[in-house]
């Protein structure tokens, strides 16, 4: 059984690219760190790279917004939200069909601009023969697809694309089955609704829950949460501010913490929390030290059960 | 949790105790304004002893932000003080020790208030 999470986009509102002043920042903190070691080979050095500096150091986040893949390992895909995240994505496609013709589900939380960006570069809307399914719970997400692709936005309209494109309307809080996925979708605090998705398949189950801001206050709201996410083996989770920044100059900004989000999983009993929708303004130092305020916190707070914390990165994978 | 207060020459010292969650925030939420309104309005800061508060979820830490927000906005001021070490970490984890000036005792909250009620807790003391 196959049920791997692939992350294409990880990063919040705008995409994001390393500076020629973020790489020398990295080299120059990487030699500081290895001042008066010696390494013969380049596997020597690699190693030392992989194995002692930190992630912020030896990796980035990257930029790109989100577009998360679920790999069932079977003949067709999916796919949650189309940031820019999905042109990569879209290369990975067009090289893993070798020429055949793809079936692309794509789950979609909402219809901002970070959320569909990526869509008009993704390589297989142009292969005839590609069938691509935009599920979703919102009204206007097929008029959003088509208003990206509008002149004077874009040279290509969407009805010049050569894929088949079909839009299906999901029903909130109700399991609907989509090729080999149970998903449940849910609607969450976000500026013109967004939704989350619970998806099962063979006793494993992730939840996608982006864009969704949580009213501290207000009980119900957080027990339908921890409902949703219960006993999940990977929660991917809005966590783009801290708490302090998430409840004060950013109150009603449509996102979460890290601190609620490892709240809401203790709460859920759920197994894995993985940070997502990164802020876009914070560096990759940063994030590193949210994912271990994270982590400590769930270390401060734990009851019966762990609860691993993770931070997505664009390129990581994982299993659920 | 009742809010137990004690007056310092112009500061309010706020005592803080148990757990502070999702279950009491309300009630707390509501007693620590009447207080962070009274100071305001007697021109003067409140001190927030937090020696007997055990553990802070994010529920009870927006309920400071409240109060904090309250305060500036009634030309106030809220300080914290004797935070006990896990309560001292949610706070930095948090970040909200980037929000609120969080000194290691009571004494040296009300010095940062002023001169007069870190007077007035040293008589308090001595008596």
């Given at each position: 059984?196959?049920?791997?999470v692939?992350?294409w986009?990880?990063?919040?509102?705008?995409?994001?690219?390393?500076?020629?002043?973020?790489?020398?920042?990295?080299?120059?903190r990487?030699?500081?760190?290895?001042?008066?070691?010696?390494?013969?080979?380049?596997?020597?050095?690699?190693?030392?790279?992989?194995?002692e500096?930190?992630?912020?150091?030896?990796?980035?986040?990257?930029?790109?917004t989100?577009?998360?893949?679920l790999?069932?390992?079977?003949?067709?895909?999916?796919?949650?939200d189309?940031?820019s995240?999905?042109?990569?994505?879209?290369?990975?496609v067009?090289?893993?069909?070798?020429?055949?013709?793809?079936?692309?589900n794509?789950?979609?939380?909402?219809?901002?601009?970070?959320?569909?960006?990526?869509?008009?570069?993704?390589?297989?809307?142009?292969?005839?023969?590609?069938?691509?399914?935009?599920?979703?719970?919102?009204?206007?997400?097929?008029?959003?697809?088509?208003?990206?692709?509008?002149?004077?936005?874009?040279?290509?309209?969407?009805?010049?694309?050569?894929?088949?494109?079909?839009?299906?309307?999901?029903?909130?809080?109700?399991?609907?089955v989509?090729?080999?996925?149970?998903?449940?979708?849910?609607?969450?605090?976000?500026?013109g609704?967004?939704?989350?998705?619970?998806?099962?398949?063979d006793?494993?189950?992730v939840?996608?829950?982006?864009?969704?801001?949580?009213?501290?206050?207000?009980?119900?709201?957080?027990?339908?949460?921890a409902?949703?996410?219960?006993?999940?083996?990977?929660?991917?989770?809005?966590?783009?501010?801290?708490?302090a920044?998430?409840?004060?100059?950013?109150?009603?900004?449509?996102?979460?913490?890290n601190?609620?989000?490892?709240?809401?999983?203790?709460?859920?009993?759920?197994?894995?929390?993985?940070?997502?929708h990164?802020?876009?303004?914070?560096?990759?130092?940063?994030l590193?030290?949210?994912?271990?305020?994270?982590?400590?916190?769930?270390?401060?707070?734990?009851?019966?059960?762990?609860?691993?914390?993770?931070?997505?990165?664009?390129?990581?994978?994982?299993?659920? | 949790?009742a809010?137990?207060?004690?007056?310092?020459?112009n500061?309010?010292?706020?005592?803080?105790?148990?757990?502070?969650?999702?279950?009491?925030?309300?009630?707390?939420?509501?007693?620590?304004?009447?207080?962070?309104?009274?100071?305001?309005?007697?021109?003067?800061?409140?001190?927030?002893?937090?020696?007997?508060?055990?553990?802070?979820?994010?529920?009870?830490?927006?309920?400071?932000?409240?109060?904090?927000?309250?305060?500036?906005?009634?030309?106030?001021?809220?300080?914290?003080g004797?935070?006990?070490?896990?309560?001292?970490?949610?706070?930095?984890?948090?970040?909200?020790?980037?929000?609120?000036?969080?000194?290691?005792?009571?004494?040296?909250?009300?010095?940062?208030a002023?001169?007069?009620?870190?007077?007035?807790?040293?008589?308090?003391?001595?008596?």
């Amino acid at each position: 059984m196959t049920f791997r999470v692939r992350f294409w986009g990880t990063r919040g509102s705008i995409p994001v690219a390393l500076t020629a002043f973020d790489i020398r920042d990295k080299l120059a903190r990487a030699l500081v760190e290895a001042s008066g070691r010696t390494f013969d080979t380049y596997e020597e050095a690699h190693a030392y790279a992989s194995t002692e500096l930190d992630f912020s150091i030896t990796h980035t986040f990257g930029g790109h917004t989100p577009c998360v893949e679920l790999d069932l390992g079977g003949p067709e895909y999916y796919v949650c939200d189309l940031g820019s995240g999905a042109r990569p994505f879209g290369v990975h496609v067009l090289a893993n069909q070798s020429r055949r013709p793809a079936v692309v589900n794509v789950f979609m939380s909402h219809v901002h601009w970070d959320h569909i960006m990526g869509f008009p570069f993704f390589g297989p809307a142009y292969v005839p023969g590609t069938t691509i399914r935009v599920h979703g719970c919102h009204d206007v997400i097929e008029q959003a697809f088509r208003l990206q692709q509008s002149a004077p936005c874009f040279p290509v309209d969407f009805d010049q694309l050569a894929a088949k494109i079909e839009f299906v309307k999901l029903e909130p809080d109700r399991p609907n089955v989509v090729g080999g996925l149970t998903v449940t979708p849910h609607l969450q605090l976000h500026s013109g609704d967004s939704y989350g998705f619970r998806f099962e398949k063979d006793g494993k189950s992730v939840v996608y829950s982006t864009d969704s801001e949580h009213k501290l206050e207000n009980r119900a709201e957080s027990e339908s949460f921890a409902a949703f996410f219960r006993d999940a083996d990977m929660v991917i989770f809005d966590a783009m501010y801290a708490l302090a920044e998430a409840i004060s100059v950013k109150a009603d900004w449509g996102h979460s913490s890290n601190i609620v989000g490892v709240e809401l999983c203790q709460m859920a009993r759920a197994k894995h929390l993985v940070l997502f929708h990164h802020e876009p303004a914070n560096d990759d130092a940063t994030l590193e030290g949210l994912l271990k305020e994270a982590r400590r916190f769930e270390e401060l707070t734990r009851g019966e059960q762990a609860l691993k914390v993770s931070a997505a990165y664009d390129g990581l994978e994982l299993e659920p | 949790m009742a809010l137990q207060a004690r007056r310092f020459a112009n500061a309010l010292v706020v005592d803080v105790s148990g757990r502070l969650d999702q279950d009491n925030c309300d009630a707390f939420r509501a007693d620590l304004m009447v207080h962070v309104e009274q100071s305001a309005h007697d021109g003067g800061s409140v001190v927030l002893d937090l020696s007997g508060l055990e553990y802070v979820s994010s529920a009870g830490l927006r309920c400071f932000m409240l109060a904090y927000r309250q305060a500036k906005a009634q030309h106030g001021r809220i300080l914290v003080g004797a935070l006990q070490p896990m309560v001292a970490e949610i706070f930095e984890i948090s970040h909200f020790n980037l929000v609120f000036q969080v000194f290691p005792t009571v004494r040296e909250a009300l010095a940062a208030a002023s001169s007069d009620a870190a007077a007035s807790y040293d008589k308090a003391a001595v008596a």
